[in-house]
Each structure stands twice: as C-alpha cells, then as structure tokens.
C-alpha cells in the first residue's frame, strides 16, 4: 500500500480532484509490478460493489430532503426562531448561527452546505452591523459543525455504513454532545463578542409569548428530527427508509402547510441534489477501490498492531487516533477520511474496549472540523469567498472556536456517557 499511498498523496499535491485521485491512485495497486494474482477487472466490481450498500441509499434521500427544507420556507423560520432565542445576547447574530446549526441538523445534514446558507443569509446583516468579516466567517463556518453531530447526520451514516455500526444509536448519541458544542460556542462567541463591542438586539430576552409564536412558526421543522429517532427505535423504518420519509415529509409540509414548493422550486431542487449526490457518491465508489488494497495488505491488521504497541490505555489511545484525525483533516476531505479510516481505526478501537458509537460521534466531529482548517478547509474558502476575506484572516478567528469544539470532543472522550446515555435509554442496550 505504500506506492498506493504516495501515488495519492502526488495526485493530490498536483491538484488532481480528489475522488479521481483516490480511483487512480487505488488503481495502481492492482498493476502486476504492484501487487501478484490480483486480477486488474476488480477496479471495476469495486467501483460498483461500493455503492451497492442499502444503508447508503439514506444518503442521497437526505441530500434531497435537506434542498427539499431549504426551498420550502422551513429554513426562513428557523432563523426566526433562533433570533427570537438569541436576540438579548451579545453577538446575537452569531448566537444566531449557533442555534440555527442546532435546528438545521435535522434539516440538512451536510456541515459544508449549512456553512454556505448561513453565510448567505447571515453575513450581509452582520457586514451591516459592524462585524468584521473574517469574525463572520469563522463564526458560520465552525458553527455549523454542529450540524454533522445533530442527526441526521451524513458523516455518521457513511461512518456507520462501512463500519456495520447501528445508525440508530449514532443518530441518539449526537444529540447530548451537539447540544453541549451548541452551548461551548455560544459561551465563546459572547466572550469574544463583548470583547469586539457586539451589542445585542434588544435589552431583555424576548418574552414566552414571542417564543411560543417563533416555536410554533418552526414546529414542522422542530418535530422532524423526532420522528425520526422514534421511528428508527420503535422499528417503523430503516435508517434508509427514514430517509425516504424524510423526503416525503418535506415535500407534505412545502407544498400542503408552508404552500411555498411550487414546480419550478422543485426542478431547481431536483438539480441541486443531482450535483450534490454525484459529488458524494463518486466518492463512495472509488474508494471502494482504494478500500480493498487496505483489508488485502492487511493495513487494520497491522495498525492496530502498532498502536496497540504504543498504549492500551482508552483515553491515551483515543487521543493519539484523534491527533492523527485533525492531521488527515487538514489535508483531506471528511467523506473520504471516513470511508478510508473507519475500517482502519474501528478494529483498534473494539480492541481496546471502546464503545464503538462514542468513537463514532468523536471522529465525525474531529475529522468534520477539518472543512475550517486550512490548507484544505471547503468550508474556510467557501465561507471566506462568500464574506469577501481573505481564507488566512478568517482561519486566524477561528481558533478560539476550535477550542471549543475540542473541549466537547475530550468530554465525549473522558465520560463515554456524554455520548451513551440516550442510546442506550432509547435502544435499552
């Protein structure tokens, strides 16, 4: 695998689109000089083995029912809820972004797209108020890593997909840590705002009345996510099935409640999603090609072996497997880092006795955090594009927010609780 890897890591210095470097470089395994008595017709039962996993079918369904929620109005209102909630607060537009990441989980699903609509919708208002550029874009940008741990979530089904974990419990373990993420980056956008001068909205906290009205406004929004965990634990759908649900459940509220999906809506729709699957899932498939050369050569095999020989203590080991994380997150993206290190880090981390849903929520938010740092952020240049800085200013703002998220994430680490409570209350294991 060592050519296999190099061959990668050049492709992706000289700029190759990474889903085509990860198909050419897994393509260089099975050359004869390479690797003996691997026939070369594998590359393409690979490509196509790859995408033939049911669970995988939730993703696209999500992809679609989150485009579906943001052209129906569902999005509009929960801005309205979450400024009616943080109106009193100082950098209230950034608590903003904090609660509206918090409410979106249940929408979009994709940390990348919720960094981009927040941008858009928030960063034009906050320009106006005084905040500086590289501040918004770091608030929206990192905010939305919240998103990837409220289910669903698109990193936990494909980390719960190749690594055969319940999708089910994923989608109840995201809820304790992202609503305490939630709570860490609101704390620190208020130090960090009153430091900047960003008054609130308004003098007091909006009254229950103005609360209930915004509640009621999102309650179609607000009761989606629900849904979805009640019918997943009481067996009524698949995590697949939810998906096609989700899409079912949006088009109901955007065409018989909000009367906002209209035909053209939907087509524009139907475009988005196709752009957005065809990213996702090329992914999917030509990792399945780099995929085999790992479990061929062996390569969980002998990196449990190795980092088995360094501790076999749970939280050292957690914290040598996250440093390695926020490494590959610099440098690659979070889809592919969880197809190819899932079935690398799960063995080690089974071994050593750690559940495998803790782990879970703790890659996806590490690795996620990946899409604000730089050299390779999405997110960084996307939220950076958008607000008209430069990427550098804005990773610079960032710091003291990746703070916070790490603070969540050594709590998932330390008390495996933080994670496995409502699982484990919902599913009774």
Not at 306 to 334: K, R
Request: aromatic content about 10%.
């Amino acid at each position: 695998m060592g050519i296999v890897i190099l061959a990668f890591l050049c492709l992706l210095i000289l700029g190759m689109p990474v889903a085509f470097a990860i198909g050419i470089a897994g393509s260089v395994f099975f050359l004869p000089f390479v690797t003996e008595g691997v026939h070369i017709s594998v590359v393409v039962q690979k490509v196509v083995a790859s995408t033939q996993n049911f669970t995988l079918l939730a993703i696209p369904l999500f992809i679609f029912a989150g485009n579906l929620m943001n052209n129906t109005g569902i999005t509009s209102r929960l801005v309205k809820l979450a400024n009616v909630i943080t109106g009193h607060m100082f950098g209230n537009l950034g608590q903003v972004s904090c609660v509206l990441s918090t409410l979106m989980g249940g929408v979009s699903g994709s940390a990348n797209a919720d960094a981009a609509m927040e941008c858009r919708v928030l960063g034009p208002e906050m320009t106006k108020r005084g905040y500086p550029r590289p501040y918004s874009a770091a608030v929206n940008g990192v905010t939305s890593l919240i998103t990837a741990t409220i289910p669903p979530s698109m990193g936990l089904i494909i980390y719960g997909s190749v690594g055969e974990v319940s999708i089910g419990r994923l989608f109840a373990g995201g809820f304790v840590p992202g609503f305490l993420m939630m709570a860490a980056l609101m704390f620190t956008i208020r130090r960090t705002a009153k430091r900047r001068g960003l008054a609130p909205e308004r003098a007091k906290p909006a009254s229950p009345k103005e609360v209930g009205l915004a509640a009621v406004n999102g309650f179609w929004a607000l009761l989606f996510p629900v849904i979805l965990i009640v019918g997943i634990r009481f067996g009524v759908f698949t995590a697949s099935e939810s998906g096609a649900f989700a899409c079912m459940y949006a088009i109901f509220v955007g065409v018989f409640i909000y009367r906002e999906l209209t035909l053209p809506v939907f087509f524009r729709t139907l475009k988005d999603t196709a752009s957005d699957i065809g990213l996702i899932m090329i992914l999917v498939a030509f990792s399945g090609i780099f995929g085999y050369g790992i479990v061929y050569d062996q390569v969980p095999q002998a990196m449990a072996g190795f980092l088995m020989g360094l501790t076999d203590n749970q939280i050292i080991m957690q914290l040598i497997i996250i440093l390695l994380l926020v490494a590959c997150g610099m440098f690659i993206e979070t889809t592919v880092i969880a197809l190819l290190l899932t079935p690398i880090l799960l063995p080690v981390i089974k071994t050593i006795g750690v559940d495998p849903v803790q782990f879970g929520l703790v890659m996806m938010t590490v690795t996620t955090m990946g899409i604000m740092t730089p050299p390779v952020g999405i997110a960084l240049y996307t939220t950076s594009a958008i607000m008209g800085c430069k990427p550098e200013e804005t990773a610079k703002q960032t710091i003291p927010f990746i703070a916070a998220v790490l603070v969540v994430v050594a709590l998932c680490v330390c008390f495996k609780d933080v994670v496995l409570f409502i699982p484990n209350l919902i599913f009774k294991t």
